[in-house]
Each structure stands twice: as C-alpha cells, then as structure tokens.
C-alpha cells in the first residue's frame, strides 16, 4: 500500500480522491510543528492557488482550498536547499518565500505575517526544521521508527560479497590495517590487497597517497584474474617525490594477473587539473617511476563544474522550458557532454579490463568522487550481479558509501549554508548514466526507472540512514545502523514496485553501452518530472506485463491440460496397450 | 544493357561511414541494381540513388560516393580510375530515367498473375472510405462534376461537396482557386457532423472577389448545425501569404466570406523544408560529431521545428472539429503539400481507424495520392526539377512516428511501416506513388501494368505490427492530444541512420515485447491442441494422431525478426553485448584521440534494408 509507505510523489501536484478526509499522511513519530491558513502558493504552471501550510519535523504540506479537485504539495524538508523571505512585505503585509529544492525545483508562497510580531511565521517554524543541523537538532532519519519485514543494513556484507568474486585467493589478501581506520579515516575497514605487500608497506603508501586512500582492489575479474583497483592521487609534488611501496604495490597488482604485462592507471582529470595538482603536493605516477604503467587522463571535470552545469540545467527545464531554444539552451548546461565523458570513461575501463585482460588502477584527486563514478559504471557493464535490484544496492553500499564518497558534504543533508562549494551532484550524474545505460538495454536491468528515482528522491529526503555521514567510519561512530532505517529496508519489502518486466538474467554477460551523442539523451522523467505536459511513457511497461501475466496464465492452463491429458491417456491405454503416452513437452520459458 | 559498360569490378572497398573500418568485395552493376557482394551483399535500386560523386583519385584508388533518397550513404573505393568512371557514367545515366517506361515498376514481376494484380490495387477502396464516414449524407454529396478531370486536372474523379453546393457554383469556385483546386470534403467526422474541407489558395489578389466561392464556403458552413462558424486555416505563414498577393493569389478576406474564420498556422514552404533536411543530414553524418556540434546543429537545421509546426496544426484542426464540432477548410498555396500534410495528421489524430496498418494505408491513398500530391516532383522520380524536390512526405511520416513516441499503445503499426513507405516511396518498385496525379496514373495505365505496394505490405504484415499496440487504448483515447513541449520531439535516428548499422543500440524494448507474444501465441497453440486432443479422448479413446497436433503448433509461426535475436541464456560463458571497442560511439571517441581501429566486418544491411527488391 503505497499510501502508508514513504512515497516521493512522481508529480508535483496530488489529486486527492475524497477531500473531505484530512489527508496529510503522517510518518511513525512524525509531528505537526506549525500550520497556517491563508498560503498561497504560486504554481508556476496553473498560477497562484491558495491553501493550507502544515510544516512538520518531516515536510512540508500544502493543501490547497480554493480549487477543485483538492489537491496538495507534499516534499520532504531535506529536499529544501533554501529558504528565503523575498523583498519586503507588501502595503497588505504579504510576504513572499521562495523555496529552493535540491529536485529541480523552486517553490513559491506569498502569506502574510502574523500580526503579531512575537509568533513566528510559518516560514520562521520550517527554516528551523528544514535545516537540522544548522540549529543543532537531529535528522528526522534518527527519529523515524518504521519497521519493515526486511533488514536493509544487513544486504551489503564485504566479505560475502568478495567472496562472491572469488576472493581471498592466491594473489589477493584480505588486510586488517585499517580495521580501527587508523591507516584511512574515510576507506572501509575491510581492505583487499596484493598478497605479497606488507601492511607495514600499505602503511608507507598511505603517505604518498591523498588522504591515506591506497590502491586497493574494488573487483576482479573471474576469468582472466584483472583487477579494478581503486585509490586516490599520488602525492608526487612539484619536487616529483616518488615512493617506492607505492611503486611496489602497483607493481604487484599488475602481477597479480598473469595475462598481461602491462597496467593501466586512469586518472580521471582532465590532464591540466592533474598538472595543476602537482603545486598543491598532489600529481599523477609518472611513466618513470612506475614501468609498465600507462597512464590515461579521462577528461572529467571536478566537482565545482558539474554543479555549475545542473544549475544551468535547472535553468533550463524549470518551470517553463523556452521551446525555440530547448535544445542550443540544453547544450549550453554541457550536461550531457559529461554524462558522456563519464560513461565513454568508464566504458573504457570496463574494454580494458574485459578485452585486454588488463588491470586498472583508477584514482581521480581524493578518489571518491570521479573514481566511485567511474568504477562503479565499470563494475555494473563488466559484472551483471550489480545489475540486479539487490546487486545494485550491493554496489552503492561497496563503491559509494563504504569507500567515502562525501555524501554529507555532497548533499548538505539538513544544513542551511546552500552556497557550500563541497555540494556537488555528482551520485546524481552517475544514476543518470545508469539511466542512459539502461535505455540502452531496456532488458538488462532488474529495475525500472522507479527504482532510480526512488533511490535518489530519498538521497535527499534524510528519511532513511543510507545516504548518511560521509564515511564508513562516521556512519558507526554516529551508530547509523542502529539508530536509522535503511533505505533497502523499503525498498526491498515492496519490490514488486521496482521490477522492471523485460528484465532477462543473462549471467555472465557484459554490456558495453554506446557512448555516442546520438544515444545520450536527457532523462526527461527526471528532470522535468514536475512539469505537467511532461508525459511519461510507462504504458508499454505496463502492455508488458499483461502479456506476462497472461503468460503466465496460459502456462498454467498448459499443465492443467496436459495433466488432464496424461490422465486420460492413462486411463486409455490401461484399456489398449501401446498408446502413445509422450505429453507435449512443455514450452520453454526464457525470462 | 546498353548503357552498362562495366557490369562488375573487383577488389572494390566499401567504406564504413562511421569509423574507419572497410570491407573488399566484388560490385556487380545491373539495369536496376547496383550490387555490392562480400559475405553478405548489398544491393541499391537505381532509383534510390540520389547522387553519385567520384571524389579526386587516392593512393588506394579512386572513391565513388553514393547518396540515396532512403538516407544510405555508400562510400567506395574503385582500384582502377577507368573501372570507377566507367560506373560513375553508366550510374548518371541509369539514374535520370527519361520516361515513366524505364521505371523499375514496369518491368518488375513478384511473379503474380492478373487477377491478384488485380485484387492487390482493389485492397483500397476510397469510396467505400467515404462510406465508412458516413458520406454521402443528407448534407454531404458525391459530385460528378470532375468525372473527365475537366474542373480540376490535380484532383480525383469522385469528390464530395455540400449538398446545396450546385454545379455553377463548383465551377465558379474552381476558377476562382490556384490550380482549380475548389473546396472539397476529405475527412467527415460523423460524431459531430463537422468536416475537413481543402483547397487551394483564392485568387484574391488584393481585392477579387468571387461569389461562386463565398457561396462554396457558406454552403460548407450551412452543412453543419454545430457550429455558426467555419474556420479556414491558411497552412502558410502570413508573409508569404501576403506575398502571394502581388501575384493575384492570396488568402481569404473575412469581410467578404460569412461566417468564417481565418487562421494562419505558418508552416513553411517546400524550399525552406529542403533546405532544413540538407541541414539536418550534415549535421548528423558528420564523424567525430562533438555533443555541442549536434545540439546546436540539430537545432539550427530547424528540422524538428517544423515538424512540430505541423503537428501543432494539426492538432488544432482536430481540436477545433472535435471539441467545437465546427468544419474546417484547410488550404495552403496549391493545396498539395502542407494542405495534405495537416488534413492526413488531423484526421489520424481524430479517427483510430487511420492508426491501424489499413486505415493508414487508405490514409495515404486519400489524403496524398487522389488528391494529387506531386510524387513524381517531390520525390524525384523523372528528369527532375531540382527546385520542385522536397521531403514533404517524408515529414508527414516522421510526424506519425513522433506520434507512436507519445502514444506507443496507439498504432497497430511500429515504425518500420513508415520506414517501409517511405522506401518504396523512392524506390518506383511499385505503381502507387508514380507520376503527380491520378489523372496521370491513369494515363500510365499503372494497375494493367504495375503492382500495388499496398498488397506487398499486407502480405508481410506480421514484419510491421506494433506488439504494444492495445484496441482497447485506441477505444478508450479516439481523439489523440499530444503534447508538443520541445523536449518531446526527437530525432528519428531509425530513419536517418536506417543503414548505419553503428548507430543503432542492440536490445530493443519492442523485440522482447514481440518475443514474448510469441511465446503467449505458443502457449495458446498449445493450449488449443490439447484441448482438441482431450475432445478427440471424449468423442473416441483412439490414439490421438500426433502428426497433426504438431502441425497445429508448427502453423503458429511468428515474424522472423523477432525469432532471430530472441534473447538465449547462455551457461557459464562471458558474453559481449554493446560496442566493441573498434565500433559505434567508442570508435567515435577513440577516433578523436587520433588512435586507429582495425579493419572488421560490417552489413550495410539492417532493419528494413533487406526486405527491398
């Protein structure tokens, strides 16, 4: 029942079906902080309505009273970038607030102030709740006690999964060094390394490398024995410092797969930035120091760019979309020009390691932000398991959040400084290329699009735990675990809502996507989900499973019949021996 | 045939267009084909060639490049420059046909007697059309008025007009429209009694009046109870409708017409939608094409504009008769290209019978080929005019794919029945799209002596049914409303890169679609034959024939296509799916960081490609 459940909404606007019921749907120790009469809300899209404002430690609820069909505007209060009282009030005492979403959208009301001057407005009561951490209060994710069937916490288990992967074995060893996250304060506890370095050697790499991040296995490659190695840039310095643990360890990673000589470093700047690093005791492995080595600079930019370009681009699609220059404006954001980079980078990764039989090595400047985006792209066109719903989950638990991608800093989860330059939608473009990955291969997938939106409506709703802190280790310290539900924890008790029913499990199988521009197309129910000409195209989704559930129908229908006929046919050829008794062989299934 | 002096050259190289692979094969020249064989051949119609160019010669030989009107662009290598001129000059010469006779539809045989040459041109019926309309009714008669093409050359023999429309006042009409192309019913929608009329400009000039053509458009108007009002909507911008004037033509004053209402709707003419499709192909057959370059490109070319100026008008038109429920008059300059364009869309959006494959068919034969939509001129088909060519079809059809975009469920046909038209549209395989009116496919005598492309599609049907398509969507939405926000029009790339193999993502949401109904046909085969089997148990208990219980389910055979990439389970094996690293969007990449990809297989041949001659 999707009602109870702690839904997004898909459109900006609700309809509600019987408006006499009060409708505002509150969460397990969810509470009503504030409410007032008399908002109006400027819909950009059907002009001002005017309603009810009910804020609570969750959301903000607007239920409009002057139109019919009643409906309302329900966010959660994490989905708020900023909120600001615009101008001065007006000769009536109106005041104006603009909202500014982290969802591609900018929400607008005008109410007037109390008259009053001792009661906080409305708009005081949400700025509060809206910004936890700014005012010293706590997330609602801590608060929110819902049980469901399944644990979420317990889907990503380390070591389950590099067993999966076939690990510890021969060449590859688990390492305790940073069991306590003393050798790296932001890396996960469970490290695997090449069996023949030390950890007194890992000890020494981690000085060379930003932030302690070493060179550390992120997956392997079942047949061939090539590695996706992950770490952070090296701190060669103007000065060309070298360290010679860190020559050894890539040295080793590389004879760790006997079917090639030879290692690829992918340094995922553009190699300007790289250079530029150098004064700032950063760099990248000269070819000198590390023989054998080739090292490939992937173009991409940094954090402060793709912010850059998702603002122009909300420019663009919100609310209004200017039609004779939809498409010189959508370029003018180059939005698409990095999902391609990213993609195209990735892409390359993942031909390396799966027709060169090579292993990589890819680090960006600190390597967790570029470098989760890059692998974790690889890893999904390289290995179908993380092309499953669990799988995934099992993905974003390993590359984003155990290794430290900053999702705190990234997002600004409940803080009200917007202008923070740590923010940057960087999760955001890599499930936008998995989106574009999976328009390429509609059935390769075992999630819909819902799934992806879910995922990343919840990033910033802080209703759940998962997206949480910035490293593992905080996530303990805070007791994240213990204290919050996981998002798997919903997900994965109504699956049925995530599938997608073209779905086909090819085990084994890798994809490698086109990057070409003629295939990268903006993922419009994401971006323009709010606006209400956008039309979504779920009806063939919905066709296709009619057709399977009429299959499945009709499958029964088969084994009632043969089962019927093999009766008879027994019952026949105890009267004449010798009948034919062979059933039709049933038909084959391949989903 | 005397004007082949090399019928086949060896050692010739083709050219992938996209990266820099290439394969060497034997190219076999015909009278009607040009061959390319290697592993697996292709093979391109005369007629389809739009341009041959031989470039300057290069170390590896001499390059001849060969642009087709289906959007094939092939590119070759010739050894020898003397075997590249002598087919560069035998294809100049087989490509300008000088008369209907050499066409390819005259001496094509599908190896079918009389009589079903006979049934494939009877298959549509406009008459009967009319009928399923509700025409002739009490408002509504058919007029005999044009029975010897003596009131309009361009129109067909049976048209239908207003019941108080008398003869005098059709003839005065006619001489008071550009070509005599007087107003005329094409679509009646019956709900509402409202019709779409056409028509080619007045010849108003800048005061002429003609009372035969007021009482024309009043005797439209009376015609229909609902509304008080006709609207008349002029297709063209106003300017040039302004222009027009100077030339004695122009557009309908409203102080002389009762009742009516005018409307300019600005849709382009003829030379600037050239222009805008040689725009779009540039941009998007550029290699190494940069995400700025195409954006901006494939906006500059206007293309996906004017496709959407024409839906927009068509959605009015459909709006206005639907929801008003008032008549429409639709005209442009001659009323044969715009005109045609927004009465054949306005009505698909109106009627679900013309989003069928049939109703579509009648669609075109209606909407485009009685009303004398210059085929012959606009698609190039003899000793052309240059200035007359343009792809004013080929936008009616993308504007019915953008439709299957928005509304999947809404057509029984998928996009490759457009693709398919549009082919034979340029390929004069068949009779129906040659020469410029039915008077002159009369002339030609096409039904004695040519086949009809309608009974060749149908009897490939299965190759164009859209598995997603729902009768009851179309039951429940009779009216389709589009939207026509900008980011829902997008560039037909099965259409433009039909034969770009490259370009083309491998898993198709409508493949599975289609591969599972087959499998749900086969379960109900199945189903049936054993039903069939338990009745044979009740009626006898003799052993049930299993021959024929097989043969039931072997008739249940589905389309090819969608058998040949059903998706197989492989065991333990890795397997590859995408771009390899030499092809596609990569090849892209890699070829602007300058690396080279080695040479490897590649087909011209995909989609559709294979289902011609």
Same mark, same amino acid.
């Given at each position: ?54 804020? @609570?430690?969750?959301?903000?609820? &607007? ?74 209060? %706590? ?24 067993? =999966? ?24 506890? @469970?490290? &695997? ?15 060379? =490398? ?73 760099? &990248? ?90 692998? %974790? ?14 799988? &995934? ?30 923010? %940057? ?167 | ?97 000088v008369s209907y006779d050499e066409l390819y539809a005259f001496s094509y045989n599908p190896k079918q007697n009389d009589q079903q040459r006979e049934e494939g041109w009877q298959l549509i019926d406009l008459a009967a059309e009319f009928e399923r309309m509700g025409v002739p009714c009490d408002q509504w008669q058919l007029t005999d008025v044009n029975r010897e093409y003596k009131v309009c050359k361009t129109y067909p023999r049976d048209l239908y007009v207003p019941i108080m429309a008398s003869k005098p006042i059709i003839v005065g009409s006619s001489k008071f429209r550009s070509k005599g192309r007087f107003p005329v019913l094409t679509y009646f929608y019956q709900e509402k009694k409202a019709a779409v009329c056409r028509c080619s400009q007045p010849l108003s000039g800048f005061s002429a009046r003609c009372l035969e053509d007021e ?332 021959? $024929? ?5 072997? $008739? $249940? ?47 011209? $041949? ?8």
């Amino acid at each position: 029942d999707r009602s109870s459940g702690p839904r997004v909404s898909d459109t900006e606007l609700r309809v509600y079906k019987d408006p006499s019921k009060d409708e505002l749907p509150l969460l397990p120790e969810e509470l009503v902080q504030d409410s007032a009469k008399d908002v109006t809300y400027i819909c950009p899209f059907i002009g001002p309505v005017r309603g009810s404002l009910t804020v @609570t430690n969750y959301r903000l609820f &607007f239920r409009c009273t002057d139109r019919e069909p009643v409906f309302g505007l329900d966010l959660p209060l994490g989905g708020l970038s900023r909120v600001e009282k615009i101008g001065a009030a007006s000769s009536r005492g109106d005041v104006s607030y603009g909202v500014v979403c982290k969802d591609m959208r900018n929400l607008r009301f005008v109410h007037k102030e109390p008259e009053n001057s001792l009661k906080k407005s409305v708009f005081e009561v949400l700025m509060k709740f809206a910004f936890p951490v700014s005012n010293n209060m %706590s997330l609602f994710a801590f608060e929110y006690k819902q049980v469901f069937p399944e644990n979420g916490w317990k889907v990503y288990d380390p070591l389950a999964e590099y067993k =999966r992967q076939g690990l510890p074995n021969e060449s590859w060893r688990i390492s305790k060094v940073n069991d306590h996250y003393e050798l790296c304060d932001s890396y996960p506890a @469970t490290l &695997f390394v090449p069996v023949t370095i030390t950890d007194e050697e890992l000890r020494r790499v981690s000085s060379f =490398r930003a932030k302690g991040r070493i060179p550390v296995l992120s997956w392997i490659h079942p047949e061939s024995q090539a590695a996706v190695v992950r770490a952070s840039q090296t701190m060669v310095g103007q000065n060309g410092r070298r360290c010679k643990e860190d020559e050894k360890l890539l040295q080793a990673i590389m004879d760790a797969n006997a079917q090639s000589h030879k290692l690829f470093i992918f340094d995922a700047r553009p190699s300007v930035n790289a250079a530029a690093n150098k004064m700032k005791g950063g760099g &990248f492995e000269s070819e000198d120091a590390y023989q054998n080595a080739e090292l490939v600079f992937l173009d991409i930019h940094n954090i402060h760019v793709m912010r850059e370009s998702l603002r122009k681009l909300k420019d663009v699609v919100y609310p209004n979309i200017e039609e004779s220059h939809w498409l010189s404006n959508l370029e003018s954001t180059h939005w698409l020009e990095h999902i391609k980079l990213i993609l195209a980078g990735a892409l390359r990764i993942a031909d390396k390691v799966e027709s060169g039989k090579t292993s990589v090595v890819v680090h960006c400047s600190d390597g967790w932000d570029r470098t989760p985006q890059l692998t %974790s792209l690889a890893l999904i066109m390289l290995d179908s398991h993380y092309r499953t719903i669990r799988g &995934f989950q099992i993905l974003l638990e390993k590359e984003w959040l155990s290794f430290g991608h900053r999702f705190q800093q990234r997002v600004g989860h409940g803080d009200k400084n917007h202008t923070d330059a740590d923010r %940057s939608p960087i999760f955001l473009q890599f499930i936008d290329c998995v989106w574009q990955m999976t328009r390429q291969f509609p059935a390769a997938f075992e999630f819909n699009e819902y799934f992806l939106i879910t995922i990343l409506d919840h990033l910033y709703s802080c209703l759940f735990g998962t997206f949480l802190c910035n490293s593992e280790q905080q996530r303990l310290k805070e007791e994240v675990p213990k204290r919050t539900v996981s998002l798997w924890s919903f997900v994965n008790s109504q699956l049925e809502e995530f599938v997608n029913p073209l779905y086909v499990h090819y085990p084994s199988h890798v994809l490698f996507p086109t990057v070409g521009i003629r295939h990268l197309q903006l993922w419009v129910s994401y971006y323009i989900r709010w606006n209400p000409r956008m039309r979504p195209q779920e009806p063939v989704h919905q066709r296709y499973k009619e057709l399977l559930a009429k299959r499945a129908e009709l499958q029964k229908r088969v084994e009632e019949l043969q089962r019927e006929a093999a009766n008879r046919m027994a019952s026949s050829s105890s009267e004449r021996a010798g009948s034919p008794t062979r059933s039709i062989t049933p038909v084959q299934t391949f989903v | 045939m005397e004007h082949i002096r090399t019928p086949k050259v060896e050692q010739v190289k083709l050219l992938d267009r996209f990266s820099n692979k290439s394969v060497t094969g034997t190219l076999h020249l015909t009278a009607t084909h040009l061959i390319f064989v290697e592993s697996n051949s292709t093979s391109i119609l005369h007629h389809h060639i739009a341009s041959v160019e031989k470039l300057s010669l290069k170390t590896n030989g001499c390059p001849l490049l060969i642009q087709c009107r289906n959007f094939r662009l092939v590119h070759f290598v010739i050894p020898r420059e003397r075997d590249c001129h002598d087919i560069y000059s035998s294809l100049l010469r087989l490509l300008r046909p000088v008369s209907y006779d050499e066409l390819y539809a005259f001496s094509y045989n599908p190896k079918q007697n009389d009589q079903q040459r006979e049934e494939g041109w009877q298959l549509i019926d406009l008459a009967a059309e009319f009928e399923r309309m509700g025409v002739p009714c009490d408002q509504w008669q058919l007029t005999d008025v044009n029975r010897e093409y003596k009131v309009c050359k361009t129109y067909p023999r049976d048209l239908y007009v207003p019941i108080m429309a008398s003869k005098p006042i059709i003839v005065g009409s006619s001489k008071f429209r550009s070509k005599g192309r007087f107003p005329v019913l094409t679509y009646f929608y019956q709900e509402k009694k409202a019709a779409v009329c056409r028509c080619s400009q007045p010849l108003s000039g800048f005061s002429a009046r003609c009372l035969e053509d007021e009482h024309m458009l009043q005797a439209i108007s009376k015609a229909n109870h609902n509304s008080r009002y006709i609207y008349v909507m002029d297709t063209r911008p106003k300017l040039n409708a302004l222009a027009n004037r100077a030339a004695g033509k122009g557009y309908e004053n409203e102080d002389n017409y009762s009742n009516i209402r005018f409307q300019f709707v600005g849709i382009e003419n003829i030379h600037v939608m050239r222009g805008s499709l040689q725009k779009l192909l540039e941009v998007v057959g550029t290699r190494s094409l940069s995400m700025t370059d195409y954006l901006v490109g494939l906006e500059n070319s206007g293309w996906l504009r004017h496709i959407k100026a024409i839906m927009d008008a068509a959605i009015f038109l459909a709006k206005t008769v639907t929801v008003e429920g008032a008549s429409v008059l639709v005209h442009c300059s001659d009323g044969w290209d715009r005109t045609a364009q927004v009465c054949a869309l306005g009505s698909l959006l109106m009627d679900p019978y013309y989003r069928t494959i049939k109703g579509f068919m009648v669609l075109i034969e209606k909407d485009w080929i009685s009303f004398g939509h210059k085929f012959a001129d606009r698609c190039d088909q003899l000793d052309p005019d240059p200035k007359e060519v343009s792809p004013i079809f080929t936008q009616f059809l993308e504007c019915v794919w953008q439709l299957t975009e928005q509304f999947p469920q809404a057509f029984e046909f998928s996009e490759w029945f457009l693709i398919q038209i549009h082919e034979h549209v340029h390929s004069c395989q068949f009779g129906n799209f040659l020469g410029n009116s039915q008077r002159q496919r009369e002339d030609l005598q096409l039904k004695e002596r040519t086949y009809s492309l309608w009974a060749h599609l149908l009897s490939e049907k299965q190759n164009y049914l859209n598995p997603v398509y729902s009768p009851s969507f179309a039951e429940s939405h009779p009216v389709l409303e589009p939207s026509t926000q900008a980011y829902h029009f997008k560039f037909w790339r099965n259409m433009y890169h039909q034969y770009d193999r490259s370009m083309h993502p491998r898993q198709s949401i409508l493949k599975h679609v289609l591969t599972l109904k087959d499998s749900n046909r086969e379960l109900e085969g199945t189903v049936q034959a054993l039903k069939t089997k338990l009745q044979k148990f009740s009626v006898s208990t003799s052993p049930l024939n299993r021959k $024929e219980v097989q043969q039931e389910e072997d $008739e $249940e055979v589905f389309g090819e296509e969608a058998m040949e990439d059903a998706p197989a389970i492989t065991g333990g094996e890795r397997t590859v799916e995408g771009s390899s690293a030499t092809e596609n969007g990569y090849g892209e990449l890699m070829g602007s960081f300058g690396s080279k990809n080695e040479p490897g297989a590649v087909t011209l $041949e995909f989609g559709v490609a294979r289902m011609t001659c």
